[in-house]
């Protein structure tokens, strides 16, 4: 469904539920990394799209100090009294989400009337496709269009950012708050996570697309994983002497072999290729050099594998599927997205055969695994916007 058809359902829904037409409607996507897995914390780069998945966020005001939201189909329902200090829900509550936004804005000392609100969300929830910063960055542009106060976008992806930290406790990243904040039709974003600094790379040859694949498993981890890869990382750091891997080049992780466990110069050596096939991909994109950036993602995919061990037979069996496919049957490139062991892989493919590319992968892969994926494709998307306010 587009954004216009999308919107026109969720007022049709807003109007029945709550007996007259939203005032405002925002909406903010989901989002997909295209290259650039596991460098965030180590201050590198990524390069995260947005995908034509939106969460779509209308309102009407209310009299009172009561926030009442809920989605389209009644399911997911809150309210929030802001007469009261807002403290977070329960961890895993939904809601803690939009409510973390809500405390951004009284944090900027804005004062919020109480509105009715509804929400209507195509970005699959918990599927490595970041619904949470959907959520997010679609409330803080409603709230924007509520309070008349423009945020600017680093200021607001920081604000979902922050939401997401101290009420639904999860220490993320920058990467999709600021993707789904600064996305833009036809780019793709590359995002410095040192200084925080984006560009906008064009990727407007239509020729090419990106299709994700949802492997439909997540492998339930209980050693502590991605806690244990942060700290090799740092303690590859501490030996080189730097405050993190992006100060790191090829030729220093090698001379600091001996200096370095196999395991600990493994990951160096991941975080520091990655890092500059992301810078590559960059250029690969920005002169339509599709062969090159098909090569850098499934080279990405390999060190992911072998290197920083966060993939699983699932997420390799799709990349050894679009390999089989190769060029000659239109698919440049493929690697696993997200921070591993299980969730999606991303392809870059040739537009006019994404019908078939995506029936080939989904029956073999489910001949493999006995798994039926998900498959959608998208070119980059805009970001947040305002429908109506
Ligand atoms: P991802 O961001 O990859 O989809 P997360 O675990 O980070 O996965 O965020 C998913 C959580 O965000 C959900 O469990 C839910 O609490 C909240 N959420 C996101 N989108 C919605 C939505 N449309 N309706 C209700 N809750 C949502
Ligand atoms: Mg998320």
Known sequence: MTLNELS???????????????????????????????????????????IERYTLM???????????????QGTHTATIDLSQPLKPAPKGSWHNYPMGVLAGFQALGLSLPGFDAMLHSTVPIG???????????ATATLLELITGRKLDPVEKALLCQKAEHDYAGMPCGIMDQFISVMGRKDHILLLDCRSRE???????????????????VKHELTGGEYAQRRAQCEEAARILGIPSLRHATAETVNGAM???????????????????????????????????VGQLMYASHASLKDDYE???????????????????????????TG??????????????????????????????TGIKPTLFESRPAAGASVIKG
């Not at 405002?24 to 460098?39: C, F, L, M, S």
Request: aromatic share 6%.
């Open 127 to 137: 599927g490595g496709l970041s619904s949470s910063a959907a959520l997010e960055v």
């Open 58 to 72: 209308a309102a009407a005001p209310a009299t009172g100090t009561q926030v009442r939201i809920r989605d389209v």
């Open 198 to 216: 984006t560009q906008l790379v064009p990727m407007s040859d239509s020729s090419v697309a990106l299709l994700v694949t949802n492997t439909n």
């Open 258 to 292: 001996p200096k370095m466990s196999d395991v600990v110069y493994r990951r160096a050596r991941h975080i520091v290729s990655e890092i500059e096939r992301t810078v590559h991909a960059a250029e690969g994109v920005r002169a339509s050099n599709w062969p090159t």
């Open 339 to 368: 921070g591993g062991f299980g969730g999606c892989t991303v392809a870059l493919v040739d537009s006019s055969r994404v019908q078939a590319i995506s029936e080939q992968i989904a029956t073999a892969y489910e001949k493999k």
């Open 310 to 336: 966060v993939s699983c037979p699932e997420l390799d069996a799709v990349v050894d599927i679009a390999l089989n496919i190769g060029l000659k049957g239109g698919v440049y490139g493929c690697r696993m």
């Open 8 to 50: 026109s359902h969720l007022s049709q829904e807003f109007q029945k539920v709550y007996g007259r037409p939203p005032a405002w409607i925002a909406a903010a996507p989901g989002r997909v990394n295209v290259i650039g897995e596991h460098t965030d914390y180590n201050e590198g780069f990524v390069f995260p799209m947005a």
